[in-house]
């Protein structure tokens, strides 16, 4: 069992960054890869970033590429994701999930573990 709480959250004007946190519970943290995923308004759960198990292989939406940074510390057991260069249609709540796979996947199947979600709001 793995249990994530993300952090970092907030509001911010467009241009702007976060950083969120996600501290994972339990000593198998680096059996797992991780991803980001944001739920706007009305819209589907969407993909944003995974890393994998030790932090050498990421992969991102096309909308996130070359603006958000997925990493992970393995000692702590956190995964992060530095936002920059943010827009309002970023606005969405964040999820940080685990998957039982040391590969990065962008399949939402493939995670077991979700956290509760941190609101990222962008104003104009």
């Known amino acids: 069992q793995v249990q994530l709480v993300e952090s970092g959250g907030g509001l911010v004007q467009a241009g702007g960054s976060l950083r969120l946190s996600c501290a994972a519970s339990g000593r198998t943290f680096r059996s797992y890869a991780m991803g980001w995923f944001r739920q706007a308004p009305g819209k589907e759960r969407e993909f944003a970033a995974a890393v994998n198990w030790n932090g050498y292989s990421t992969v991102y939406a096309d909308s996130v590429k070359g603006r958000f940074t997925i990493s992970r510390d393995n000692a702590k057991n956190t995964v992060y994701l530095q936002m920059n260069s943010l827009q309002p249609e970023d606005t969405a709540v964040y999820y940080c999930?685990?998957?039982?796979?040391?590969?990065?996947?962008?399949?939402?199947?493939?995670?077991?573990?979700w956290g509760q979600g941190t609101q990222v709001t962008v104003s104009s």
């Open positions: 999930a685990a998957a039982r796979l040391h590969s990065t996947t962008q399949n939402r199947n493939d995670y077991v573990y």
